[in-house]
């Protein structure tokens, strides 16, 4: 057996978050794209079983009240803010990222001082950032600067309203310095808006512990939550009284029953409600989120650098000369929980790798992305996934 083999073996040996794979209902593919929809954790299915049968079938619209339905999304919320490093009563469960995004970038202009028409979006985002972005910027009459991350303290002026940031560049798996850039972008007196996509459930975030104003995520990545699950907005406590939601739904309403013709915010969290939750989807998320109990996202976010650093090993070792280049930051400070790797014809390459049982993805044109999810995700999948690719790409002895 090979040397990496036999070093796989001992790290999945030693590695205290082995056991939870267990948890998830997985096959002998490796899966390398829970990056883009998490595995299924395996009690899950029951639970979604109950609320269908009892919750829905038998108690029908006591279930409201009876079966906790209504406040569902603040509940889910307080269970999110451990993972991204945020006190209770801060984070509501609800609608897309993509909705989250114009919620919390119209509301970051109107949490801005008077008179800054300026919206900094980070130039490499998510495309649906930069789409919403530059809708929320024409109705509110501001002018979007695309910005690299590392450039926005030289980008920031008094003229800076609100920075709109990925906190893992989804392409490259390129981590961005989440607490140095708040910290400039308080500084010029401009609100920090971060998606964190691609870092919840992967790594630590620190949203209180570094100051920042508004966040959004998705929860089917990282989170496990299911395909759509819904998204999360983060709005720091200091700015809630504030908030000023541009999507004032009933369910966001002090007295949502009074059902009164003027709107009246609620406080906290439930401010960026906006209509009736996605109750199904919702409670699966839920149900998900319990592989997360005893879990510390510093462990999760050592085995994450362990595995990437280990794949990047195993690739250099196995693939053949100048087939593949890492995008990825060698640096740890500066990676997320990805590897993506060049390759000039990664489509035909990322195709015949899914055909022999490593599933990763495919970023037009060139680039290879592999996503390492610690929780079920070990070491021998990486030599497993490093020796498959390398045979793909020609090496003759992999
Ligand atoms: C996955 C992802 C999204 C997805 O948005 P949806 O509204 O859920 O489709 C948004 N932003 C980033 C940075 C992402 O990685």
């Not at 883009?36 to 109950?50: D, I, K, W």
């Not at 049968?53 to 509940?75: D, K, M, Q």
């Not at 893992?168 to 998606?195: C, E, M, N, Q």
């Not at 699966?284 to 999760?300: K, Q, R």
Request: proline share 7%; with cysteine; net charge negative.
């Amino acid at each position: 057996m090979s040397d990496l083999r036999e070093r796989a073996q001992a790290l999945d040996t030693g590695d205290a978050l082995a056991p939870l794979r267990e948890l998830f209902t997985l096959d002998d593919t490796v899966y390398l794209d829970g990056n883009s929809l998490g595995a299924l954790p395996r009690h899950v299915p029951a639970r979604v079983q109950e609320v269908l049968t009892r919750e829905w079938g038998e108690l029908r619209i006591r279930s409201w009240g009876e079966s906790g339905w209504w406040t569902a999304p603040e509940r889910i919320g307080d269970r999110i803010a451990p993972i991204v490093g945020a006190a209770a009563g801060q984070i509501v469960v609800g609608d897309s990222t993509s909705v989250n995004v114009f919620k919390a970038l119209v509301a970051a202009t109107r949490l801005a001082p008077e008179g800054r028409d300026e919206i900094l979006v980070d130039a490499r985002t998510f495309p649906t950032d930069g789409y919403i972005a530059a809708s929320a910027a024409r109705m509110t009459g501001h002018r979007i600067v695309p910005v690299d991350p590392a450039d926005v303290p030289d980008a920031l002026g008094p003229r800076t309203a609100a920075v709109l940031l990925n906190h893992v560049d989804y392409r490259s798996g390129r981590l961005h310095d989440l607490p140095g850039l708040t910290a400039a972008v308080r500084a010029a007196g401009a609100i920090a808006v971060w998606d964190l996509c691609h870092s919840a459930g992967a790594l630590p975030v620190g949203l209180d512990e570094h100051g920042v104003d508004l966040a959004v995520g998705c929860t089917y990545k990282y989170l496990n939550g299911g395909p759509g699950s819904p998204a999360y907005l983060y709005v720091a406590e200091r700015h809630q009284a504030s908030f000023d939601s541009p999507l004032p739904g009933w369910t966001s309403h002090a007295d949502p029953f009074a059902m009164t013709p003027g709107y009246t915010p609620a406080d906290g969290a439930v401010r960026g409600r906006v209509g009736t939750p996605d109750i199904l989807s919702m409670l699966a998320l839920e149900a998900s989120l319990d592989v997360w109990d005893g879990v510390g996202i510093e462990a999760v976010r050592a085995k994450s650098l362990a595995l990437t650093d280990f794949f990047l090993e195993c690739v250099e070792a196995y693939a053949p000369e100048g087939r593949v280049t890492s995008v990825t930051p060698a640096a740890h400070a500066e990676r997320g929980s990805q590897v993506a790797l060049r390759c000039d014809d990664a489509e035909p390459v990322m195709a015949e790798l899914i055909a022999r049982g490593v599933v990763g993805d495919l970023r037009r044109p060139d680039v290879l992305r592999f996503g390492f999810t610690p929780l079920y995700v070990g070491f021998a999948d990486a030599e497993r996934a490093a020796r498959v690719l390398a045979g793909v790409l020609g090496a003759p002895t992999a």
